[in-house]
């Protein structure tokens, strides 16, 4: 059994950082092609924010560009999301994915 779980989220200013950290265990018979960070806000969908593969093969949703760095070792199972320039509209759960495997969740607010 596969097992996500993603750590780092809390409370911070508008143009402040977070960087939340996903770390993958258990019994992994597939390769780990990619892993992907998504994020849910209330009363919106998921959707996804940034995906890793390797180092200089990731890819960002437009709303983050510029902002969110993701980076990681897949052979280490542990991939980072490295969140500047935070805003309200970043607000939300964030999530990550991978072997399609889905964490519990990190709770990241965006507040004054």
């Known amino acids: 059994q596969v097992h996500v779980m993603e750590s780092g989220g809390g409370l911070v200013q508008p143009g402040g950082s977070l960087r939340l950290s996903c770390a993958i265990s258990?019994?992994?018979?597939?390769?780990?092609?990619?892993v992907e960070w998504y994020r849910q806000a209330p009363g919106k969908q998921r959707e996804v924010v940034a995906v890793?593969?390797?180092?200089?093969?990731?890819n960002y949703a437009d709303s983050v560009k510029g902002r969110f760095t993701v980076s990681g070792d897949i052979a280490k199972k542990t991939v980072d999301l490295q969140m500047n320039n935070l805003g309200p509209q970043d607000t939300a759960v964030y999530y990550c994915?991978?072997?399609?495997?889905w964490g519990q969740g990190t709770q990241v607010t965006v507040s004054s």
């Open positions: 994915k991978a072997v399609g495997t």
């Open positions: 258990g019994r992994i018979f597939n390769p780990i092609n990619g």
């Open positions: 890793f593969f390797r180092p200089g093969a990731t």
